[in-house]
Every structure is written in C-alpha cells, then in structure tokens.
C-alpha cells in the first residue's frame, strides 16, 4: 500500500502542474473566458470544465478502475475502493478577475480514508504534497504546521460558506480580533488550509466545506504535525466543518468557534 500511495502522489504531483499550466493559459486570457455564476460569490468558468476534463482524462487512462469526485462534472463509480476528489481551480472568484491566488486541488482516498494529497497554486510554481504517513511537502522540501502557543502570533485564515449563516464566521472574526488575533482571507479555502500545513498561518475555520476543497488540505495540516477536526472519512458527500490549527494554538483556535458553530 505505501508504494502504491507513493506512486499514487507523484502521479498526482504531475498532474496537479500539467492541469496548472492549463490553468494559466486561460488566466493570461481572461477576456475571452466564458463566466456563469452558481450562486452568491460562487461562480465557474470555461477554464474550471475544461479543466477538470483534462485531469479526469488523464486519471481514466493511468487509474480506470478509479472512482472520481469533482466539482463541476458528474461523479464515476469506481471498483478499486479508491476515489479521486478534484477542485480544478480553487480560487475561481479570484481567477477570474486576474487574481494570482488560485490552485489546483487533487486528492485520493481510499475506502474513505484520504492517502494522498495534492494543491498546486500555477502563480507561484508551489506545489504542497502529501501521502499518508510520508509527511507534508512544498516541492519537495519538508514543512511542517505553526509552533506559536499564542493567537497574537500570526494570522487564522477564515472561510466564507453560503451554505450557511455569514453571521456565524463575523463572529469569529470578532472573537478572533478581541484575543488580539488577525485573520487572513484570500478566497481559496484549500490554499489557505496548504498555508496551515507550511506553518504561514496559525490556523483555518470555515463551516461548511466541499470534500474537492478540504480534502487534500487536511491530510497535509495532519502530515504537518497540526491538528483537524473532524476525522475526514466523514466528507466526501456531505462536506464538513473544518478546523485546523498547529498544536499549540489548535485549542484556542477550536474556542472561537465552540459557540458560534454551535460545537
């Protein structure tokens, strides 16, 4: 199982920047992208499908057998108990109006339990990697989640999910504010949660997330040495809260949201 998982990420690492490049070819076109919008700050392009259809090409050809959840096309059945979960571009609200804070989401678990994961940002050519038990990545150099005992720090990066009450994360924030904290926003919930296993922030709080947006993240702020709430295997249909935090500071960040997500 570790060599299949070992050859399972370097596949996705690869993939994860070939489906980057891809990306950026129409991030340097954006006037000719086709924009829908799915809802409130929610919104998906031509460069989202096309994509996403590139990575489940090349999935279906190395892995047939293969399972596949994504966010803008239907999911595949598989027969391995192995399932990709993918997030073509992470970050659309940012990419589509020429904001380099954008990423390619890549995960694999299997029989529920996640065992590799991928987020690569194109902007900057970093690429944060995992495998279960092989510990946390940026290409290739080991990384490891925040070790402040205080909130006072560095930053939590905060979520925004319109699946559920926006009062809820404002009240995180205050708390946040009033502990002497600051939050860190950049509309990419999986590279903020990458940002967590590369210790660049304290910790991450959203309420609801998509299994194709926190799945590869978690599994790297685990392979980093911090803590997440709650146990992953519970996602991928649903989606979940997420907390995630380095050790020292994982307790404190967890109290800011104990009342406001009704914990």
């Not at 489906?19 to 950026?24: F, I, K, R, S």
């Not at 489940?56 to 990709?84: F, L, Q």
């Not at 299997?110 to 990545?137: L, M, N, Q, Y």
């Not at 990066?157 to 939050?183: A, K």
Request: charged share 20%.
């Amino acid at each position: 199982m570790t060599s299949d998982n070992n050859a399972r990420e370097h596949f996705a690492i690869d993939l994860a920047r070939r489906a980057g490049e891809l990306g950026l070819k129409y991030f340097r076109d954006l006037d000719s992208l086709t924009i829908e919008s799915k809802g409130h700050q929610d919104m998906v392009s031509q460069a989202d499908r096309e994509v996403e259809l590139f990575i489940r090409a090349a999935m279906k050809a190395a892995y047939p057998g293969d399972g596949v959840v994504g966010e803008e096309h239907a999911s595949i059945t598989g027969s391995t108990g192995h399932v990709w979960v993918i997030d073509p571009i992470d970050g659309t609200a940012n990419f589509v109006r020429g904001i380099p804070a954008w990423c390619v989401v890549i995960a694999c678990a299997k029989d529920g339990d996640t065992v590799v994961g991928v987020i690569h940002e194109p902007s900057t050519g970093e690429t944060f990697h995992c495998r279960k038990g092989g510990g946390a990545f940026l290409n290739g150099k080991l990384i490891k989640a925040s070790a402040a005992t205080s909130l006072t720090e560095g930053s939590v990066g905060t979520g925004f999910s319109n699946r559920v009450d926006i009062q809820n994360v404002v009240t995180v924030i205050r708390s946040l504010i009033d502990e002497g904290g600051v939050f860190f926003r950049n509309a990419s919930g999986a590279l903020m949660l990458a940002y967590v296993a590369a210790g660049r922030l304290l910790g991450y709080v959203e309420e609801h997330m998509n299994a194709w947006d926190c799945l590869a993240g978690m599994l790297l702020v685990e392979e980093a040495g911090g803590t997440i709430v709650p146990d992953p295997r519970t996602v991928l249909e649903k989606g979940t809260l997420v907390i995630c935090a380095g050790n020292g500071v994982f307790a404190p960040v967890r109290d800011l949201c104990v009342e406001p997500f009704k914990l």
